[in-house]
């Protein structure tokens, strides 16, 4: 295993790379001309090489004694799926996908690469950069060309790196928009509803979940015991932000309806004869039957959140989406309209994630149960938006659950995992999920919560 380990390892890494991060590690930095910034010139993309010493981030061990882990490289290009995002591309997938979509190639289409790599333009990207690495650091962390050398020195500040162009990852809000600039989607970077039937994955998101099943490469800095319920709530609150924004300009200017933005399950599901259609002993309130209504599954667990939050915001919340509801799910409403009652619905919500990234709302043991509970009690409406709302209510569940067994014990975990793993297995066949179902395992879940 450890030779497998060294041997993934040395092939992420060519000569260049390396003798460029031996340079930065014995602190040959300022007098280098390679590595020294040149404040008039863009900063520049160096490439995930440039983290990979030993002695910087390219350790095998985690480090306890220093700021960082110093393993972060060898956790990413070992570990980290996105490591890998760039040669999913050619896969069988990938390929018949290019195909229908009419591009020539996955691995050369700026719409994959937008996603799948850090497609920037040839005068950002450094003579290290290699385009096929796939998702790395500076995705995330920003161009490193101006912070790569000086951010090792003993009394470096983080600040001093913002300055220099590093993205401000500790800003709950910033980090959860810089997550789902692909796993939600921006003007430039998007799934609509021709990927999606070209067979892309569709996206969904939530930050505490995802945090949870990535390898950990970093410290956290906050030391709040329940900064993990903050991250969950500042993460709901920032993709319910950006679906908003992406219906309105949509709205305003692109196919209208796309579809990408409303339940996909109304529409794609397991046929079953009438009688057992959970769908249709259901009905469908508050629209006309055989419209597909808009995807409520990025609000309605985070109204249980904000409701505990900000009373007051969550009504207005609660108001305009009814409105933004409405006008999507009836399709043949005014463009400008959609638009217009979106971005308020957006603004809103931005207000509550600023909010509830702020110091001055405190998560705690209380507040997470009490949110525990009003999820699961709210069982059926949850159920019946479908199985988005279903996917968003159990992903939650578990982040909440994860966090609160950190701090404290219920006693009855072993139970509670288990009706968590019965509500991840009812979403393993989409098509066929069951809102009926899933509502009477829900409140399974909620009996066994003190």
């Known amino acids: ?18 003798l460029l991060t031996i340079a930065i590690a014995v602190g040959s930095l300022a007098g280098n001309p390679i590595l020294a910034a040149d404040p008039a010139q863009a900063p520049k993309y160096t490439g995930p090489g440039s983290c990979s010493s030993p002695a ?14 110093q393993n972060e490289y060898s ?10 995002a760039y040669t999913v591309l050619t896969n069988p997938l990938g390929t018949r996908m290019a195909k229908i ?5 996955p691995d050369t289409a700026p719409k994959c690469l937008a996603c799948h790599a850090l497609d920037v333009p040839l005068e950002q990207r450094a003579r290290t ?6 998702v790395g650091c500076e995705n995330c962390h920003g161009p490193a060309s101006a912070w790569l050398g000086p951010h090792t020195a003993r009394d470096w500040k983080y600040e001093k790196s913002l300055e220099l162009g590093m993205y401000n990852t500790r800003d709950l809000v910033k980090r959860s928009e810089k997550c789902l600039s692909c796993h939600l989607g921006t003007p430039e970077k998007f799934v609509d509803h ?5 067979g892309h994955p569709d996206l969904y998101f939530e930050l505490g979940s995802f945090m949870s099943v990535m390898p950990v490469h970093w410290k956290e800095v906050e030391k709040d015991p329940w900064f993990a319920v903050r991250t969950l709530g500042v993460g709901q609150a920032v993709q319910l932000r950006e679906q908003l924004r992406r219906v309105a300009r949509e709205a305003q200017g692109g196919i209208w309806p796309e579809y990408a933005e409303l339940e996909c399950f109304s529409c794609h599901h397991s046929l079953t004869a009438a009688k057992d259609s959970w769908r249709q002993d259901r009905g469908y309130p508050g629209r006309r039957p055989g419209n597909p209504p808009l995807n409520l599954a990025r609000f309605v667990v985070f109204r249980k959140i904000i409701q505990e939050a900000d009373r007051g915001a969550a009504q207005q919340l609660e108001s305009e989406m009814g409105r933004v509801y409405s006008l999507v799910t009836a399709l043949n409403s005014d463009r400008r309209q959609v638009a217009s009652q979106a971005t308020s619905a957006a603004e809103t919500a931005d207000r509550i994630a600023q909010r509830l990234a702020g110091v001055q709302l405190q998560f705690d043991q209380a507040m997470t149960l009490r949110l525990m509970k009003s999820i699961a009690g709210d ?28 701090n404290a014990h219920l006693g009855n975990e072993a139970q509670i995992k288990a009706a968590l793993h019965t509500l991840f297995e009812q979403l393993k066949d989409q098509s066929a999920y069951h809102a009926f179902k899933f509502a009477r395992d829900l ?3 909620n009996s066994l919560l003190p």
Request: glycine share 8%; net charge negative.
């Open 75 to 84: 956790t990413w290009v070992v570990r980290d799926k996105h490591a890998q």
């Open 56 to 69: 910087c981030h390219g350790g095998v061990q985690d480090r306890t004694e220093t700021s960082v882990l």
């Open 1 to 18: 295993m450890e030779n497998s380990f060294g041997s993934n390892l040395n092939s992420k890494r060519s000569g260049a790379r390396a």
């Open 101 to 105: 979509l009419g591009l020539p190639k």
């Open 379 to 406: 069982a059926e409406s949850i159920a019946q938006q479908g199985e988005g709302s279903a996917e968003q209510a159990t992903m939650v569940m578990d982040s909440l659950f994860i966090a609160y067994n950190q």
């Open 194 to 198: 021709e990927m999606l039937a070209a």
């Open 129 to 134: 950069f290699d385009l096929t690495d796939g």
């Open 443 to 445: 409140r399974s879940l």
